[in-house]
């Protein structure tokens, strides 16, 4: 009985841990801000922006006309589609990055853009 009350302690106090550990993954923020390139989508509302670390991603906005933006650098801050699934797969690969394995740039995230700005009227600067 001593052992099983031992083991039970030892799990509520390694649960704890995790926990809180888990907090900092949720303490990424649901709204992003990502500068980069952005083009045309696969329809008219669609438009993709490729980020200056490689990744990617599908934005939209109901509110902003993103359309007027085509082949600029801009700034772009709003809501990731999917966080936690979003944030699991970006800690998945800080994961991977820390044990040596390679960390995939080519992450690929849908946001709902709220705010835009023009970095520059060319992507290549």
């Not at 009350?5 to 106090?13: G, I």
């Not at 801050?77 to 970006?90: I, M, Q, R, Y």
């Not at 992450?107 to 705010?115: A, F, Q």
Request: net charge negative; hydrophobic share 35%.
């Amino acid at each position: 009985m001593r052992i099983l009350l031992s083991c039970l302690v030892l799990t509520c106090v390694t649960s704890m841990f995790v926990l809180a550990d888990d907090s900092s993954a949720k303490g990424k923020s649901d709204t992003r801000t990502i500068t980069g390139c952005l083009s045309q989508g696969d329809n008219a509302k669609e438009f993709n922006l490729k980020a200056e670390d490689g990744s990617t991603w599908e934005v939209r906005s109901s509110n902003l006309s993103l359309a007027k933006h085509v082949g600029h650098k801009v700034t772009a801050t709003g809501v990731v589609s999917n966080a936690t699934a979003h944030n699991l797969k970006e800690d998945t690969n800080d994961i991977a990055h820390d044990t040596g394995l390679k960390k995939d740039n080519r992450e690929h995230g849908h946001l709902k853009v709220t705010d835009v700005q023009m970095v520059s009227d060319s992507c290549s600067q």
